[in-house]
């Protein structure tokens, strides 16, 4: 059951709120191909692990600039 969480597919209403952005900057993020997404017909659909994997990536790349 663990693995059907993490591979949930989400909406972008629902990727908003998980990553706590505004649509207009999801949906420019999209467009850079800064994010993990895929088109479902005419709609954006985001999985949640990918989501996390990406998440983490970034926080790693933030922790390796940020001076000590």
Request: charged letters at 40%.
């Amino acid at each position: 059951m663990a693995k059907a969480v993490r591979d949930e597919v989400l909406t972008t209403a629902e990727t908003c709120r998980y990553l706590k952005v505004a649509p207009r900057t999801l949906y420019r993020y999209i467009q850079e191909k800064r994010v993990p997404a895929f088109k479902l017909g005419k709609d954006w659909r985001f999985v949640k692990s990918e989501l996390d994997m990406w998440l983490r990536r970034k926080s790693r790349e933030y922790s390796r600039k940020k001076p000590t």
